[in-house]
């Protein structure tokens, strides 16, 4: 049973695409875990939505660095919400490596608030009546950063299942399915919500081959161990 864990376990990684390393890994549990804090923090009233949440209005007011605070908190459900991005934090890096995992979080939770803010801002020129509501809306939580996240594995994977449109249909009802299990646990939508599909879009374009950003291949040496016990007497594969 030893023998087939070391064979199956270091397989199973290699597979995924990347091998991180324990700092990486590391880097990726204490963001987490500042989200957590955050999250509870905000749970128990220790700090305010008001100081943490993004909005149309604000932003244009100046206040850029919500850009930035509104993705370290998550919503409601929080439990749910926290583990669901935990494992799809850590199914990122194991997929898609740790310089997509950082930079779709970024790009794909700033660029798609901005793009979206933008837009409002532009409806609102002829009549700011039709958009005084949405400018006020707090915008706040981690579902653009885990749309990013979804783009970019959704992009390693649909590489990886080769040319035919068969194969690669497991990727759309995977990402279908993600969709509908984030809606339900929202149960509402708004405009502010297009954020979404232009965050798993940066996330998708980052992961793409034409950027250096692309999965790394696994290490020589854990290459190489993982054979060595593919090999050795009594394992399985």
């Known amino acids: 049973m030893d023998s087939y864990r070391r064979c199956t376990v270091p397989v199973v990684i ?29 749970a128990a009233h220790a700090i305010s939505v008001e100081a943490l949440a993004a909005s149309p209005r604000n932003v244009a007011a100046g206040k850029v660095w ?33 310089q997509v995992l950082w930079a779709a979080a970024f790009l794909g939770h700033v660029c798609s608030t901005l793009i979206v803010y933008a837009t409002i801002g532009v409806a609102g020129l002829g009549d700011a009546d039709r958009v005084r509501h ?19 594995t959704a992009a390693v994977a649909w590489r990886r299942r080769g040319p035919r449109l068969m194969d690669k249909a497991p990727i759309v009802l995977s990402c279908l399915a993600v969709a509908l299990f984030a809606w339900m646990l929202r149960g509402h939508l708004n405009v502010l919500d297009s954020e979404h599909m232009l965050a798993f879009g940066i996330g998708a374009a980052l992961a793409g081959p034409r950027w250096k950003l692309a999965a790394r291949p696994a290490r020589p040496g854990f290459a190489a161990a993982a054979s060595a016990s593919q090999g050795a007497p009594g394992s399985r594969a």
């Open 134 to 152: 949405v400018a006020a809306l707090q915008d706040y939580g981690v579902s653009a950063i885990a749309a990013a996240w979804l783009g970019a």
């Open 66 to 98: 919500l850009l930035v605070s509104s993705g370290l908190v998550v919503q409601s459900p929080l439990a749910l919400s926290l583990l669901s991005f935990t494992l799809l934090a850590l199914l990122t890096l194991f997929v898609c490596g740790s």
């Open 14 to 42: 290699r597979r995924l695409g990347t091998t991180p390393s324990p700092s990486a890994i590391g880097l990726v549990l204490a963001f987490v875990l500042t989200v957590s804090a955050l999250t509870a923090a905000q």
